[in-house]
T-cell receptor, first 110, second 111 residues
Framework: QKEVEQNSGPLSVPEGAIASLNCTYSDRGSQSFFWYRQYSGKSPELIMSIYSNGDKEDGRFTAQLNKASQYVSLLIRDSQPSDSATYLCAVTSTGNQFYFGTGTSLTVIP | ETGVTQTPRHLVMGMTNKKSLKCEQHLGHNAMYWYKQSAKKPLELMFVYNFKEQTENNSVPSRFSPECPNSSHLFLHLHTLQPEDSALYLC??????????FGPGTRLTVL
């Protein structure tokens, strides 16, 4: 079982819609969770971090964490074509190891 | 300069060449990482340095040799590479066990 799992997609949403990206992790004791955005040919860019259960909002982005279900998600409201990228979920495990998921490819259709 | 920088940004080399990739972080972090990312593939962690000590080597072939002279600099020495080693090589830094910040990467092509 992989430490962090994501649906590779591709996920396609129309412009202006809500994009929902999901991630599950295997280590129940994990404490820190991150979302990165990676444009094609570029390096990953940190966009959100979340540490406690519930929602965390930053502009059009909302991260949601449910530790009981070992599930973290990223919602992108009012999706724009410029949001088209691969989104990587990352988790710090109880062993303080940092694990990336394989990423979900998002395409926002104008 | 700020953040994490990498040089060169692009590198083309033959299989018999020796070259080095350089990474420098200006964030005061104490951990540095090398990743490989082949076309349309996930990130592959290669090496981890915490406080200049190598703590992880994910079964990387010996033709890749890392060096971390201090907490701000990280090198990846390359020799006798294969065409399948062509990829984007990413450096990242962090405070140990915290979120990682990436450099722009070096696009390597092995002929």
């Amino acid at each position: 079982q992989k430490e962090v799992e994501q649906n590779s997609g591709p996920l396609s949403v129309p412009e202006g819609a809500i994009a929902s990206l999901n991630c599950t992790y295997s280590d129940r004791g994990s404490q820190s969770f991150f979302w990165y955005r990676q444009y094609s040919g570029k390096s990953p860019e940190l966009i959100m971090s979340i540490y406690s259960n519930g929602d965390k909002e930053d502009g059009r982005f909302t991260a949601q964490l449910n530790k009981a279900s070992q599930y973290v998600s990223l919602l992108i409201r009012d999706s724009q074509p410029s949001d088209s990228a691969t989104y990587l979920c990352a988790v710090t495990s109880t062993g303080n190891q940092f694990y990336f998921g394989t990423g979900t490819s998002l395409t926002v259709i104008p | 300069e700020t953040g994490v920088t990498q040089t060169p940004r692009h590198l083309v080399m033959g299989m018999t060449n020796k070259k080095s990739l350089k990474c420098e972080q200006h964030l005061g972090h104490n951990a540095m990482y090398w990743y490989k990312q082949s076309a349309k593939k996930p990130l592959e962690l290669m090496f981890v340095y915490n406080f200049k000590e190598q703590t992880e080597n994910n079964s990387v072939p010996s033709r890749f040799s890392p060096e971390c002279p201090n907490s701000s600099h990280l090198f990846l020495h390359l020799h006798t590479l294969q065409p399948e080693d062509s990829a984007l090589y990413l450096c990242a830094s962090s405070q140990v066990h915290n979120e990682q910040f990436f450099g722009p990467g070096t696009r390597l092509t092995v002929l």
